[in-house]
C-alpha cells in the first residue's frame, strides 16, 4: 500500500495567494483529517470527514480555510487569500473509521510557507 | 486546563536506560489513548495504543492506562539513540463529545537518548 498521499511537499507562496493541498487517503479508509502543527500550537485538527462527509470542521480557523472530499480517494484543502501565520505543516490522515482503536496513518506533510 | 497534557521536556537519559513518558487528559469519558513518535520533520506514526486499565506490552514499549488518575504513560526499556523524537499522547474523544473518531492530541515531549 502507497499509504497517504499529499502533494505538494513543499509550497511557498507570497501572502495573498491562492493555496490548495492535496491529499490521496488509504484505499478502503472511509474517515479523512487534515491536521496543522506548528511549534507554538501543536498538531490541530483542522476538520474531519467520514464517507467523504464533514463531520468536525470546529477546527478550520477561519473563512479563508475550506476543504472538500469528492469522493473517497481524494480531498483538498485551500487557503484564499493566504498569510503568513499560515505558515506551518499540514498533515493529512486516514484511517479505518469501523475500528475501535481507531489509528490514523499520516502522509508526510506539506511544508507551507507564506512570504 | 488544556485536553491532553505532555511536559514538553526536553527528557535526557542515557542509553540503556528507561524512558518514561507522562501524558494526563481531561475527559473521564475517554476512551482510547495512542502514542505516537514523531522524528524531527516527519510525520506521526503510531507505536502503541492501549484502552483497557493496566499495562500493555510491545518489545521494549509498555503503555500504562489508569483510567481513574486520567493518566496515561509509555516507558520504554533500554533506550537507543534511534528512539530520540517527539512522542505524542493522543486521547480519543468520549461519547459525550459527540465525535466518537476525533482524537485530542498533546503538545508531545521531547526525548533524547544519549549514547
Known amino acids: 500500500d502507497a499509504g497517504v498521499i499529499q502533494s505538494p511537499r513543499h509550497e511557498v507562496t507570497e501572502m495573498g495567494q491562492e493555496v490548495t493541498l492535496r491529499c490521496k487517503p488509504i484505499s478502503g479508509h472511509n474517515s479523512l483529517f487534515w491536521y496543522r502543527q506548528t511549534m507554538m500550537r501543536g498538531l490541530e485538527l483542522l476538520i474531519y470527514?467520514?464517507?467523504?462527509?464533514?463531520?468536525?470542521d470546529s477546527g478550520m480557523p477561519e473563512d479563508r480555510f475550506s476543504a472538500k472530499m469528492p469522493n473517497a480517494s481524494f480531498s483538498t484543502l485551500k487557503i484564499q487569500p493566504s498569510e503568513p501565520r499560515d505558515s506551518a505543516v499540514y498533515f493529512c490522515?486516514?484511517?479505518?473509521?469501523?475500528?475501535?482503536?481507531?489509528?490514523?496513518?499520516f502522509g508526510p506533510g506539506t511544508r507551507l510557507t507564506v512570504l | 486546563q488544556k485536553e491532553v497534557e505532555q511536559n514538553s521536556g526536553p527528557l535526557s537519559v542515557p542509553e540503556g536506560a528507561i524512558a518514561s513518558l507522562n501524558c494526563t487528559y481531561s475527559?473521564?469519558?475517554?476512551?482510547?489513548f495512542f502514542w505516537y513518535r514523531q522524528y524531527s520533520g516527519k510525520s506521526p506514526e503510531l507505536i502503541m495504543f492501549?484502552?483497557s486499565n493496566g499495562d500493555k506490552e510491545d518489545g521494549r514499549f509498555t503503555a500504562q492506562l489508569n483510567k481513574a488518575s486520567q493518566y496515561v504513560s509509555l516507558l520504554i526499556r533500554d533506550s537507543q539513540p534511534s528512539d530520540s523524537a517527539t512522542y505524542l499522547c493522543?486521547?480519543?474523544?468520549?461519547?459525550?463529545?459527540?465525535?466518537?473518531?476525533?482524537?485530542?492530541w498533546g503538545l508531545g515531549t521531547s526525548l533524547a537518548v544519549n549514547p
Open positions: 475527559d473521564r469519558g475517554s476512551q482510547s
Open positions: 493522543a486521547v480519543r474523544a468520549g461519547l459525550n463529545a459527540g465525535n466518537n473518531r476525533k482524537l485530542i
Open positions: 490522515a486516514s484511517s479505518l473509521g469501523s475500528l475501535k482503536y481507531n489509528e490514523q496513518f
Open positions: 492501549i484502552y
Open positions: 470527514f467520514n464517507n467523504n462527509v464533514p463531520i468536525d
